[in-house]
């Protein structure tokens, strides 16, 4: 019978976050090794009743001591209950006593950001499975949120601006193909590492972006796509055989750019520029660990465009203020940047680079360099930047016959307010 | 003031389709609701039944009989709440409140009996 005053010790909110934030990808990746990489659903199912049985139980008898005991050890008694029920399974009885045998301390510790070693390397295992190329990026994204990170799939769709009945196809062809192929539930080898490393931080790379990307409407599930990609990413950084420089890499650019996740936004929802964001609402704690592991990624030889990025990420949250943004810095990053990763977002940037340290007319010859590349042609950001080229040259005719093609482009009502915006302030 | 039962009837179906955000984000707002029922001073108990559906007894044809309910899984009480209110609107006002309402929940709300005024009544007529 579960204490009633642990309320008070603790708050029930912090509590049952962390526990299922934290707790739920190691339980799911222990449960996922007794079944086998064949019967992920048996995992996630069991996972979601022990969750279930929480929800139902703890309002009556409070929030259990060790919840995190509690929630496995039910999830245990219904892997046995699964097991008994289908015969199918009888094969998996050894794995599933091993599961209900082990003798491990499951009282949540650590801070939320910090890598918990227990079921470390089930989790890396789920994801490396979750992540193996044989799936499209997209289902490896829509396995990867379901199975290991407890996403429901109305969250998944809702995400990617797709629909619910398109992500559970697509979830359910992903387990079919791991069970067809037969992927087996491991670490890969070390001739193998490297391919599958960069599979699983590229999906890491797409979750984080699209929390971080501005065109999800919803606050919370943005949020939580950027801590899943950090949470799942300081567990590949704390294993031996993953935690390489790119991994590292990766890690800092996340830090760096989620610590400006709450300051990112005005009064009515609209993106702040990084100069006119309040940089006081700026998480110092993550730009400490992202300066923590852009440290570490220095280590080795290896330079990858995910170092660039993070170097870029870190002149930006290490600058006290605006005018002091280290633009040297960032457009040397950028040359190395563009020379390995020709994406015109990434010359356009670099034109913004341009701007700051060499001035409107400099960047402006940047930019019509690039003006006939295909994907600059219906991105708003382009003429949007040339504008202020002009803007800032004095130009207001040119400034704002920009402004006007850029609106023609926007797709979005925060886009054509944030241009309205820059617009007004031509004189 | 009496006594009401809260008798709480779960959809689990509803809960099927939440991830591990939805669910904890639940159970906090349930948290906090028996809490706040506590700071009222409301709160006089509150038990879970198990998800076993139970044993009806009954006497029929000179013998007791020990039956199965029959009760479809969706219908079976999953718990209750004993809170103490002024009258029949304030426990209405309590009850609305509970989170599980807006998980696809139901709640019977029922009065319990207090004996002794049942007697005075009696005594006045």
Redesign the interface.
Known sequence: MGTVHS?EKKS??EL??H???RD?GQMVARLARAFGSEHLDLAENVM?EA??K????????G?PDNPSGWLFQVAKNLSLDHIRRVKLFSEKEPQIADLVLENVDYTAQGIEMDFNPLFADDQLKLAFTCCHPILSKEAQIALTLKTL???????IARAFLSKDEAIEQRIVRAKAKIRDERIPYEIPTLTEMPKRLDSVLDVLYLLFNEGYSATIGDD?IRT?LCDEAIRLNVQIAGFKSTNTPKARALLALFYFQSSRLHARLDRSGDLLLLEEQDRSLWDQERIQYGMKYLHLSAEGDELTDFHLQASIAACHATAPDFEQTNWKQILADYDELILRNHSPVVALNRAVAILMLNGPKAAITELEKLASLPPLKNYYLFPATLAECYRRLGDSSQARVQYEKATQLAGTEPERRFLLKRMNLIR | MANYMQLVR?N?KE??????????D???K??????NLRKAGVHRG???LTDDPGQILRFKNGQIIVDGPFTEAKELI??F?LIEAKDDNHAAEIARDCP?LRFGSEIELRKVADVCSEVVMLRGK
């Open positions: 309320l029930a909110r049952v976050e526990l299922f934030r739920y979601q969750m279930i929480a929800l139902q139980v703890w309002p009556f008898e929030i990170c407890g996403f429901s799939v109305r969250e919370l939580e | 779960d689990l809960y099927s389709k939440y991830g591990k955000t939805e669910i904890a639940h159970i906090e349930m948290m906090a609701w028996s809490a509150a038990e879970k999953g718990g709440f599980s």
